[in-house]
């Protein structure tokens, strides 16, 4: 809420816009689905999580980086959604200036570090397949540790700027976040002062943590294909492929998402378009991780088997 100074006025608080033109009952059901959909990404990425560390079999990087990434989707669930289903069914409660800036970022830390980790996982399969002769020298437990901490130093500072550059404005009357949680783009509209630089600011990051690992994981794909094209039997191309089917379905829905609301033009950003498909990047796309490594992969299946 905007409170009074000498001279001016200042935001203390924040409050969602979110979903209060619904009605109670649809915001009840929102409620029931989110809840829903929550509960089983967390208990997803949790048993994910424990069969690899519980089964010697997958102790190897691809899975080791499948845990890193449920652990990390599973942190960046915590810091939205949380708050959504609160706003839900409250939808006049409010968020402080601290606890904005908070939100904002462990969301873009966690979300950043997904991208980079997909890319590690991308490398991985390319080293698997283009290199398998030397993939246990190249992909040993030092260089996935230095990758996985690569992925969160990267996320951490990325967040760091987007932060201080959007908590550097003044916020003045507007206190109505057009959002359902604390993001970059409905922030600076909120801003009373020029924000050019800080959309800068936000175009750069967002290229630079999508479209650089969407470019790396691009490359790596076209030199999979390429030597998996060059196996003789139908069957060893077969598996060849398989192994990276899930890896690719996740990444080409996490990016895609991603991409068409970080990238898309100012003039074609509408925020109630934004606000959807961020339910689908936030809500649903995180769900997809353990449901399309559990239900596709045969290792994490059996795996989960032995475990029961």
Request: aromatic fraction near 12%; charge should be positive; proline fraction near 4%.
């Amino acid at each position: 809420m905007p409170v009074a100074g000498p001279n001016s006025t200042f935001v203390t608080e924040f409050l969602f816009e979110g979903f209060s033109s619904f009605g109670w009952q649809h915001r009840l059901v929102f409620f029931v689905v989110f809840l829903t959909l929550y509960l089983l990404t967390l208990s997803g990425n949790v048993v994910i999580v424990t069969v690899i560390r519980l089964d010697r079999h997958l102790h190897t990087p691809m899975y080791f980086f499948l845990s890193m990434l449920s652990i990390s989707e599973t942190c960046y669930t915590v810091a939205i959604i949380p708050c959504m289903l609160s706003g839900l069914l409250n939808p006049q409660k409010t968020i402080s200036f601290q606890d904005c800036a908070t939100q904002l970022f462990f969301y873009l830390t966690f979300g950043i570090n997904n991208c980079f980790l997909l890319t590690a996982m991308g490398y991985d399969r390319y080293v698997a397949i283009c290199n398998p002769l030397r993939y246990s020298v190249i992909m040993g437990k030092r260089a996935c540790v230095q990758l996985v901490c690569g992925s969160l130093g990267i996320g951490l500072s990325m967040a760091i700027v987007q932060v201080t550059s959007v908590f550097g404005l003044p916020f003045c009357d507007g206190f109505v976040i057009s959002h359902f949680f604390c993001d970059v783009r409905p922030l600076l509209k909120l801003a009373c002062t020029n924000t050019t630089v800080n959309e800068i600011i936000n175009f750069v990051v967002s290229v630079f943590v999508l479209v650089l690992p969407m470019a790396l994981v691009f490359i790596s794909y076209v030199l999979i294909i390429a030597t998996i094209l060059k196996i003789a039997s139908a069957e060893g191309r077969k598996k060849a492929f398989a192994t990276c089917a899930s890896h690719l379905t996740v990444v080409i829905i996490h990016y895609g998402c991603a991409s068409i609301i970080y990238l898309k033009p100012k003039s074609q950003s509408s925020l109630g378009q934004d606000r959807l498909i961020s339910v689908t990047y936030t809500v649903i796309t995180p769900l997809l991780n353990p449901v399309v490594y559990s239900l596709r992969n045969k290792e994490v299946k059996e795996a989960l088997c032995r475990a029961l």
